[in-house]
Structure formats: structure tokens, C-alpha cells
């Protein structure tokens, strides 16, 4: 009878938010454009403060609403989305490590990423909210957010090399987008954001 192999697949979920560095290969490299932490780590220091501005706006919407639409399957992608952005400012400025180890994480986070499908299902999450007209200004600007994440992390250029024109297209979309503007609406107490009533507190990450 014979034995069945040992199965090399990873398990679907890391029990630790550290990602897993991968050993450099020894194969040949392949042609195909690769997501890198090379734009990110190249990019200026406005882009790197954006970033912190978004990670900050998804704190604020995330506290603002967690009592009226906890439930809702958009929020829990904004819940992931705004985790995953506060390990990515973690491993990129973590200066108890060489710049060599802080640029593997930072691509294994992006990487990541992309694999599993989290930015592609970010934007789907969101963009379901423009549809619902008290909501549109919010499901707008967490599209937005996405969308220059993913121009200063590079990500929207990997995309359009590989020829993935329905995405690069609409994150370029989204990118354009007057972010200013729309945090400021956002925010400002509109009917947007419904605090709702209190409930029973349960622990967040």
C-alpha cells in the first residue's frame, strides 16, 4: 500500500501576527513582477505620514461604530483592514531590527496580502456601502484608503504589470480621490456614522 506524503501546506491561519520570512530561493527567479517592500521603504515622507493618517481615520470610524454595525461583514473588513495597516507601521518602523529583517516582514505582511485575497476583499466589503445612500461618503472614503495604500506600498503597480486592469483601474479610481475632503465629511458627525446605543463591551485587538 502506498505511504501518502507529507503535506507541505501551510495552515490557512498564522497563530502569531508575525508572518513567516521565506529563505531566499535558489531557483531561477522568475519574470513575472513581484510584490516587494522596495516602494515603501523608498517612499517619502508624506506618503509614510498618509499612511499614519489612514491607520488613524480607521481607529476613529472603527470606535464610532462598533455599537451600530459591529455586525455588519463591512465593518469586520474594516476591523482586519485597520489591523493589519497598525502591523505593517509595526514591522516598518521597528527599530530594534536591521533594516534587512524589517524589509522581509514588510514583504511577507504585503505579500500576504495578496495572497489571501484581504486587499481585493477590503475593497468589495467597502464599496458595497456606496450602494447604501446614508452610508456612500463612508463606504467612499475606506475605497479611497485602500487605494493609496496600496499606490504607496506598490501594490497597485504590481497589479498593473501583471495586467490586472479591473483592479488597477479601480484603485487608481479610488486614489484620486480628495481623501482631505472626504475624512473631513466623514468625521464630522454627519449621519454617515451612527454611533448607535451602548452595548456590552467585548474585547477588540
Known amino acids: 500500500m502506498a505511504i501518502a506524503k507529507p503535506s507541505t501546506t501551510l495552515p490557512h491561519r498564522q497563530q502569531s501576527h508575525h508572518l513567516t520570512v521565506p529563505a531566499p530561493s535558489t531557483s531561477s527567479s522568475s519574470s513575472a513582477p513581484s510584490i516587494s517592500a522596495s516602494p515603501l521603504f523608498s517612499a517619502s515622507t508624506h506618503d509614510i505620514a498618509m499612511l499614519h493618517d489612514i491607520h488613524s481615520l480607521l481607529n476613529k470610524l472603527f470606535i464610532r461604530n462598533r455599537n451600530q454595525h459591529r455586525r455588519s461583514t463591512w465593518w469586520k473588513a474594516l476591523h482586519g483592514f485597520r489591523k493589519q495597516m497598525a502591523l505593517l507601521l509595526g514591522e516598518l518602523e521597528a527599530k530594534e531590527l536591521r533594516e534587512y529583517e524589517r524589509r522581509q516582514r514588510v514583504q511577507a505582511r504585503l505579500r500576504f496580502w495578496d495572497e489571501r485575497g484581504e486587499v481585493h476583499a477590503w475593497y468589495?466589503?467597502?464599496?458595497?456601502?456606496?450602494?447604501?445612500?446614508?452610508?456612500?461618503?463612508?463606504?467612499?472614503?475606506?475605497?479611497?484608503?485602500?487605494?493609496?495604500?496600496?499606490?504607496?506600498?506598490?501594490?497597485?503597480?504590481?497589479?498593473?504589470?501583471?495586467?490586472?486592469?479591473?483592479?488597477?483601474?479601480?484603485?487608481?479610481?479610488?486614489?484620486?480621490?480628495?481623501?482631505?475632503?472626504?475624512?473631513?465629511?466623514?468625521?464630522?458627525?454627519?449621519?454617515?456614522?451612527?454611533?448607535?446605543?451602548?452595548?456590552?463591551?467585548?474585547d477588540e485587538d
Open 124 to 202: 468589495y466589503q467597502f464599496s458595497q456601502l456606496v450602494a447604501v445612500g446614508p452610508f456612500s461618503s463612508l463606504g467612499l472614503v475606506m475605497m479611497a484608503s485602500v487605494a493609496r495604500v496600496c499606490r504607496i506600498t506598490g501594490i497597485t503597480s504590481v497589479y498593473e504589470q501583471i495586467a490586472s486592469a479591473e483592479v488597477k483601474g479601480v484603485l487608481d479610481a479610488s486614489d484620486r480621490l480628495g481623501l482631505a475632503g472626504q475624512f473631513e465629511g466623514v468625521l464630522s458627525g454627519g449621519d454617515e456614522c451612527d454611533e448607535g446605543v451602548v452595548i456590552a463591551r467585548e
